[in-house]
Structure formats: structure tokens, C-alpha cells
């Protein structure tokens, strides 16, 4: 109609926003601590990832809870020794409804669950590509026009080793007065979530810590006959 010529094949605009306003998380008790199940999942299978049939006992996941004057937690952090965020998997970050841990039981959303609860997330990934060390770091926002902030991809050789630190930062308001404040009830909730990996031969070391205390999740386990007790399946809520 305006004399130019037009392809004959058109690709869907992608809505950040709108994709995330339609996530069912409504806050609640049940729903708020989900984004942190998500990354620490995304967390066992890097370290699943890099170490293959020995990673149990490769497997280091610290969890920090971050916490205001009161007592109350806003925000969380958790840091694994699994691959990075190499091409591959930072393709599949970048990518709504990833395939990529489709034979995991992953649907390729669980991260944006981060934004549907929290202002913003942190990321630095060391990875090795090629030989080489890498350090990929960005922020992550809800904005439809630049989600990815502040990103940068380097060259490092401090002798670090691979590994992954994501920060779920800032509890928005509707969520933040659903969080749990003891560090022994959060701790209860992930080891809940994620008991049938806490109670083999071979169990990962995850540790959640404050200011104040840390956890050992199998140890957390180990000392609560009521777990055992309970059907070794995955969590509370449906899958992301």
C-alpha cells in the first residue's frame, strides 16, 4: 500500500513485561521463596554440568541471605562451582521458553520468576571457552528495551576458578512481608524442596548463612526425622 516492498515472513515482538505480569505467582508464603528455588536448581544442574557422575561430591552451592536492620530479609545471593554462563547456556538465559533442560524437567522460565519478586538480579559467571577463562557479568530488569544492563565479557586471569554468582536483589513489597525471617525456617523450605538430592550416600554441600549463622542443608536434614518421613518428590508448587 505505501509502494515498498515487505517480507513475506514476520517473527513475534517479545514482551517482557506483559510475559512476566501473566506468570500465576500471586504473592503469598508459597510463592515468594520460588525464584530462589529456581536459581538454586539452575545451580545443581551447572555443577551437574561441569562435574558429570561425580558431582555430588564436587557440588559447592553458598546461599547468603541478606537481611535490613530488623531482621528481615530482601535479598538473596547464591554462588556455585558449577560451568558459567558459557555461550550455550547464556543463549539459553537469553531465550524465553528454552529448550536447552527440556530432558531436566526445565521449561526455559524459572528465571524470569526472579523478576516477577525481586527489582533486579546480579550475575558474574566465570566460565572457560576454548581454554580460555571468561567472566560474563550483567544485570538483569525488567525493562523491554535493554533487560541486560551494565553487561560486560572479559578475559580474566586472576586464577579464579569457574564458577557462578547470581544476586536476587531487592523483595518487592507484596512478596517481601511473606518471606520468612529465620534463617532455620528458609533453610527448611529449600531442603523440603530439594530432599530427594539431601538424603543419598552422596549428598551436595549447599550452605545458607546470615549474618549471624550458617547451614548445612544435608546436616539440616540429618537432624530432623520428620523429612525422612515425607515423599521424596520435588517441592510444593509447579514447575518453571
Known amino acids: 500500500m505505501d509502494g515498498q516492498a515487505h517480507p513475506s515472513t514476520l517473527h513475534l515482538k517479545e514482551d517482557l513485561r506483559g510475559r512476566i505480569a501473566n506468570l500465576a505467582m500471586a504473592p503469598s508464603y ?3 521463596l520460588i525464584p530462589l528455588f529456581e536459581a538454586i536448581m539452575n545451580s545443581l544442574h551447572a555443577v551437574q554440568d561441569r562435574f558429570g557422575d561425580s558431582w555430588e561430591r564436587s557440588c559447592r552451592i553458598d546461599i ?3 537481611e535490613d536492620d530488623e531482621g528481615s530479609p530482601h535479598s538473596f545471593t547464591i554462588e556455585d562451582n558449577g560451568i558459567g554462563l558459557d555461550e550455550r547456556n547464556f543463549e539459553s538465559f537469553r531465550t524465553y521458553d528454552s529448550r536447552t533442560k527440556v530432558k531436566k524437567g526445565g521449561k526455559g522460565v524459572g528465571r524470569l520468576t526472579w523478576l ?3 527489582e533486579s538480579v546480579r550475575v558474574s559467571s566465570i566460565f572457560e ?3 580460555v577463562r571468561m567472566e560474563r557479568s550483567f544485570k538483569f530488569v525488567l525493562d523491554n528495551a535493554a533487560a541486560f544492563q551494565d553487561y560486560s565479557l572479559t578475559r580474566t586471569d586472576d586464577g579464579t576458578d569457574v564458577r557462578t554468582f547470581i544476586e536476587l536483589h531487592g523483595l518487592k513489597a507484596g512478596y517481601r512481608s511473606h518471606c520468612p525471617k529465620k534463617l532455620e ?3 527448611h523450605r529449600i531442603a523440603a524442596h530439594f530432599l530427594p538430592f539431601l538424603i543419598g550416600d552422596e549428598k551436595p554441600e549447599i550452605r545458607i548463612s546470615n549474618a ?3 547451614l548445612n542443608l544435608a546436616e539440616v536434614v540429618a537432624a530432623n526425622p520428620v523429612f525422612l518421613s515425607r515423599p521424596r518428590s520435588f517441592g510444593h508448587h509447579k514447575s518453571f
Open 30 to 32: 508459597a510463592n515468594t
Open 64 to 66: 547468603q541471605v541478606l
Open 116 to 118: 516477577k519478586v525481586f
Open 129 to 131: 571457552a576454548e581454554g
Open 185 to 187: 525456617t528458609i533453610a
Open 212 to 214: 549471624s549463622e550458617s
